[in-house]
């Protein structure tokens, strides 16, 4: 935790017990520090951690406040009491839910299944004044926005259909009759949505909040067991948060021990459902509940403080709460406002200034460039890669325009249709199928001077252009795609993805040279082959046919359009959205495009179909809500900055009719203290020839890494960086699906047990059967696992391991802190043992192993040492339990025992830290070892070894 004293302000928040307290914290002010400090201060009273609960906005915001709290506190035991809204509600649905018919093998819904359950509900029902068979898809967007409205104002489908009702008879307007008829519309779709959802056993996050408030509200056995431990509640960015989450938290906080900590100022979530109605409704409902204003801002100069206050205070006075904000640092250098003639003046202008900054020794990391929309960084990135300066884009669209995507899609299309002669030419490039550019050209040329497609051709050795060797090739090619063709028709996609890929040679990683670029494509292949999962979670119809119009579906909804999340890269710039930029700092920000035409833009935002007023529960603020929330967009893009600001514009875009105007935004700080000073840039002409992207380094000091990295490391480096580094897809086993399916059954029937239900051999029958029935893996190639599952479950649960357990934990994640990275991982269960003691629980679907052996696997070992140091305990068992026989093989730790674990696995990860320091992941290439591995295909020492 910081040494720095808390200042008086912050003293007084983290002081507070009793009763509600609403901490108002601006930019920069410490308010994840007085979130902390509090939580520990409580602890240290004999508040312990699960008599508290901090609830955030985000995961990355709970990771952060949790690693903050464990430095100082150590590992937490049992839940983990500083967790985000979401993964709060879900934990709640998993214990209570089948009270209200919620089964606990329920899945969240992506964006994407969301989109695909309405289409289909849509093209059931076919409502009249939604639904137009040459355009069905024009209004999903907006019916889906209005159903999270209605989610987040707790107002259910049949609360909506009774007001339509109601207003029924007393419409005479034949206009404002066919507008309630379209709302009874929507509320028919919303109510077949649910019970689509119901029968997939599906949620969306909105339902987790809906349905943990229900739960709490309506069922006193949930609400004892959830919220009596509860001593004190704490709730980050509650200006972000909507009606539903406010309503959650009061629901938790019976006793009012309630502190809330919020900055109206950086309210920019209005179209995820966040209300600042919220804070008015906190000071109406605790009136007698203290305020602590934040006032001191530890981040930035007083320049960039001044300027950020300017932008915010021109905002109308019934939006938000008068506050001031003083930097602690000194003056530092004025905000500048660099105005360029076009826009790649402007852009060339910040590389430039990047490199030269970058020269200087200055960390790349440290340089941030915000933009209002992912469009607007394209001519940004050209004048990057031309003056070579290392970026990143973190997040951003164009999935489906990536290389990569292109390739797998365009093999894919030829597999479906042999005729689709632009398919099969792209086929050609395919490293296995590979022929000269020569005989490419000759192809194309033999398509247009035939009727016949070039897959006919190609196998009739028609093109006498082409070599013998580009012949041979050619002709394997196409036949390769005639044997898979003929499997399409009736295999699942998946399998004919890996076995299409494998034929073709294709990975998607090998054609890059740089590491940067390799990890990118890596990470959208693996996310390709996660978006045919969700298909296959989604259809029953799970042929390439349908697969691939679901992939169209998906790339013209715009609902998996960004491209694939890596790792934060060292040694670059990043580029991100404002909003993306929400809780990060660096010394030096660009904000491009301060224009009206951008901040706040000439309109085109998503259609929204809106709730009725009646029966939105609390009434919006006044004011231009748009504008506003753009103001505060802005505001919060500003105060990212902590040593050096500059705010970028042009005269003329690409898309200009006319001279461009600076923001409104900026006419506030103009006249007053922190005014940008104005920089002329000078014209840029067009680039002759760019410089090609330079790699970034991926040099990170703490490399996460879980128990099989460590396994797969030890057997072969090589594969260990295809799987971990490069994020190479490996098809999924009947063996893998059958253990995760079983582990999850496991976990589902325990929850009903810690919730007080009955968990026999007829219970975890019936959650085998339908979790089987539920899943949409490789289980048709092994239909006999469904019998043996439910086998193998029956016996376990009517064995003693099972039925004289006490189990206090399920699936809890753990943290091991070593010296050159952090190993995680997950226990299965957590029994308690006689005198207090706790045993990790591990499942095991395999074979038995004896114990002697299950001593040395370095899973067990982890388990061991990671229990031990949770627990503070030199003394720690770990048991597997064998389901095929019910037999449990159990391991006793003592210190001596301890001592030689933690060393194996620190020896081991600082072996494995020094390869990612320098990238050498050599092979181990041996006949037992190479016969099965996923990646031997790509791996010439693999193939040489069998």
């Given amino acids: 935790m910081p040494t720095v004293p808390l200042d008086p302000d912050q003293r007084a928040a983290v002081d507070h017990r009793e009763g509600p307290c609403l901490v108002l914290a601006g930019p920069g002010s410490g308010k994840t520090r007085v979130i902390v400090e509090r939580f520990l201060a409580l602890d240290g009273e004999g508040v312990a951690p699960e008599q508290q609960l901090v609830l955030t906005y985000t995961v990355k915001a709970a990771g952060e406040m949790r690693e903050r709290a464990e430095a100082a506190h150590g590992v937490f035991r049992g839940e983990v009491p500083l967790t985000n809204f979401h993964s709060f509600g879900r934990r709640v649905l998993r214990q209570w839910g089948w009270l209200i018919g919620v089964p606990p093998t329920f899945h969240i819904a992506d964006a994407a299944e969301r989109w695909l359950h309405l289409d289909a509900v849509l093209t059931e029902l076919q409502p009249r004044s939604l639904w137009n068979p040459l355009r069905p898809h024009d209004l999903i967007s907006a019916l889906l926005g209005l159903i999270e409205d209605a989610k987040q104002e707790l107002i259910t489908p049949d609360a909506y259909a009774a007001w339509c009702e109601r207003r029924r008879p007393t419409l005479a307007d034949p206009v404002e009759a066919a507008l309630l008829e379209r709302h009874a519309e929507c509320a028919a779709v919303y109510a077949a949505l649910i019970e689509r959802y119901r029968r997939?056993?599906?949620?969306?996050?909105?339902?987790?909040?809906?349905?943990?408030?229900?739960?709490?509200?309506?069922?006193?056995?949930?609400?004892?067991?959830?919220?009596?431990?509860?001593?004190?509640?704490?709730?980050?960015?509650?200006?972000?948060?909507?009606?539903?989450?406010?309503?959650?938290?009061?629901?938790?906080?019976?006793?009012?021990?309630?502190?809330?900590?919020?900055?109206?100022?950086?309210?920019?979530?209005?179209?995820?459902?966040?209300?600042?109605?919220?804070?008015?409704?906190?000071?109406?409902?605790?009136?007698?509940?203290?305020?602590?204003?934040?006032?001191?801002?530890?981040?930035?100069?007083?320049?960039?403080?001044?300027?950020?206050?300017?932008?915010?205070?021109?905002?109308?006075?019934?939006?938000?709460?008068?506050?001031?904000?003083?930097?602690?640092?000194?003056?530092?250098?004025?905000?500048?406002?660099?105005?360029?003639?076009?826009?790649?003046?402007?852009?060339?202008?910040?590389?430039?200034?990047?490199?030269?900054?970058?020269?200087?020794?200055?960390?790349?990391?440290?340089?941030?460039?915000?933009?209002?929309?992912?469009?607007?960084?394209?001519?940004?990135?050209?004048a990057l890669q031309e003056v070579g300066v290392p970026y990143q884009v973190r997040g951003?669209?164009?999935?489906?325009?990536?290389?990569?995507?292109?390739?797998?899609?365009?093999?894919?299309?030829?597999?479906?249709?042999?005729?689709?002669?632009?398919?099969?030419?792209?086929?050609?490039?395919?490293?296995?199928?590979?022929?000269?550019?020569?005989?490419?050209?000759?192809?194309?040329?033999?398509?247009?001077?035939?009727?016949?497609?070039?897959?006919?051709?190609?196998?009739?050795?028609?093109?006498?252009?082409?070599?013998?060797?580009?012949?041979?090739?050619?002709?394997?090619?196409?036949?390769?795609?005639?044997?898979?063709?003929?499997?399409?028709?009736?295999?699942?996609?998946?399998?004919?993805?890996?076995?299409?890929?494998?034929?073709?040679?294709?990975?998607?990683?090998?054609?890059?040279?740089?590491?940067?670029?390799?990890?990118?494509?890596?990470?959208?292949?693996?996310?390709?082959?996660?978006?045919?999962?969700?298909?296959?979670?989604?259809?029953?119809?799970?042929?390439?046919?349908?697969?691939?119009?679901?992939?169209?579906?998906?790339?013209?909804?715009?609902?998996?359009?960004?491209?694939?999340?890596?790792?934060?890269?060292?040694?670059?710039?990043?580029?991100?959205?404002?909003?993306?930029?929400?809780?990060?700092?660096?010394?030096?920000?660009?904000?491009?495009?301060c224009v009206e035409s951008r901040w706040p833009g000439r309109g085109g935002f998503p259609a929204r179909l809106g709730l009725p007023d009646e029966l939105v529960p609390e009434p919006p603020p006044p004011g231009d809500g748009v504008i506003d929330e753009e103001r505060r967009l802005f505001y919060v893009a500003a105060t990212r900055a902590r040593d050096r600001l500059i705010l970028c514009a042009a005269t003329r875009y690409p898309r200009s009719y006319a001279d461009e105007r600076l923001s409104p935004f900026l006419a506030a700080p103009a006249g007053r203290n922190g005014a940008p000073r104005p920089v002329p840039v000078p014209y840029a002409p067009p680039a002759l020839q760019p410089r090609p992207r330079p790699a970034a380094g991926l040099v990170r000091e703490r490399v996460p890494v879980g128990v099989r990295d460590l396994r797969d490391f030890n057997d072969c480096p090589r594969r260990y960086e295809y799987r971990r580094r490069y994020r190479i897809p490996v098809q999924r086993s009947p063996q893998q699906l059958y253990g995760e399916l079983v582990h999850g059954v496991l976990e589902a029937a325990a929850m009903m047990r810690l919730a007080g239900g009955d968990a026999g051999p007829e219970e975890i029958a019936a959650l085998w059967q339908s979790s089987w029935a539920a899943a949409h893996g490789p289980k048709g190639a092994q239909p006999q696992l469904r019998e043996y599952g439910e086998q193998q479950l029956r016996r376990y649960v009517e064995s003693d391991a099972w039925r004289e357990a006490t189990i206090l934990e399920v699936e809890r994640d753990f943290t091991l802190p070593l010296d050159a990275a952090d190993l995680r991982g997950r226990f299965d269960r957590i029994d308690a043992a006689g005198g207090g003691a706790r045993v990790v629980v591990d499942y095991k679907t395999g074979p038995v192993r004896d114990v002697d052996s299950v001593g040395r696997d370095l899973q067990v070992r982890a388990y061991a040492v990671a229990l031990a140091q949770r627990e503070a305990s030199d003394e720690v068992a770990v048991e597997v339990h064998h389901l095929q026989t019910g037999e449990v093989a159990r391991v006793d730790f003592d210190a001596p025992r301890l001592r030689r674990a933690f060393g194996h696995l620190s020896a081991r990860t600082a072996e494995l830290a020094a390869a990612w320091r320098e990238r050498s992941f050599p092979p181990r290439p041996a006949a037992h070892r190479c016969r099965g591995c996923d990646f031997r295909i790509v791996c010439d020492e693999g193939r040489e070894a069998l």
């Fill in 200 to 382: 997939a056993a599906v949620l969306d996050y909105d339902d987790c909040i809906l349905l943990a408030e229900q739960l709490i509200r309506e069922h006193p056995a949930a609400r004892a067991a959830v919220c009596d431990p509860l001593a004190f509640v704490m709730v980050d960015e509650y200006q972000d948060t909507n009606y539903a989450q406010a309503r959650l938290v009061e629901a938790l906080t019976a006793n009012r021990n309630l502190l809330v900590v919020a900055d109206d100022d950086q309210a920019i979530y209005k179209f995820r459902g966040a209300s600042l109605v919220n804070l008015n409704r906190f000071q109406r409902l605790y009136p007698e509940g203290r305020t602590v204003v934040l006032g001191r801002n530890y981040r930035s100069t007083r320049q960039i403080v001044a300027t950020g206050q300017g932008l915010i205070a021109a905002a109308a006075p019934e939006t938000r709460v008068t506050k001031r904000l003083a930097s602690t640092r000194g003056e530092g250098t004025p905000v500048e406002l660099w105005q360029a003639p076009d826009e790649r003046s402007e852009v060339m202008a910040v590389a430039r200034e990047c490199r030269r900054l970058i020269d200087a020794n200055a960390a790349a990391t440290g340089i941030a460039w915000l933009f209002r929309r992912h469009a607007d960084m394209r001519a940004a990135m050209a």
């Fill in 396 to 593: 951003g669209g164009g999935y489906f325009q990536q290389p990569e995507i292109k390739r797998l899609l365009a093999l894919l299309s030829a597999v479906h249709d042999p005729g689709d002669s632009q398919a099969v030419l792209r086929c050609l490039t395919l490293p296995a199928w590979r022929v000269s550019n020569r005989a490419r050209l000759a192809l194309v040329d033999a398509c247009r001077g035939h009727d016949v497609a070039l897959h006919a051709l190609l196998l009739d050795g028609a093109i006498g252009e082409l070599d013998e060797a580009d012949q041979a090739v050619a002709r394997r090619c196409a036949a390769d795609l005639l044997e898979l063709h003929g499997r399409s028709l009736d295999e699942d996609v998946r399998t004919l993805l890996h076995d299409a890929v494998a034929a073709s040679g294709f990975l998607g990683i090998l054609e890059f040279d740089r590491d940067l670029e390799r990890i990118q494509a890596g990470a959208n292949l693996n996310k390709f082959y996660e978006l045919l999962d969700a298909f296959a979670d989604w259809g029953t119809d799970l042929r390439l046919g349908p697969a691939l119009h679901y992939l169209e579906i998906l790339r013209d909804s715009g609902t998996a359009d960004d491209v694939a999340a890596i790792d934060p890269v060292e040694d670059s710039v990043s580029l991100l959205t404002a909003h993306s930029a929400k809780g990060l700092e660096w010394p030096v920000v660009f904000i491009a495009g």
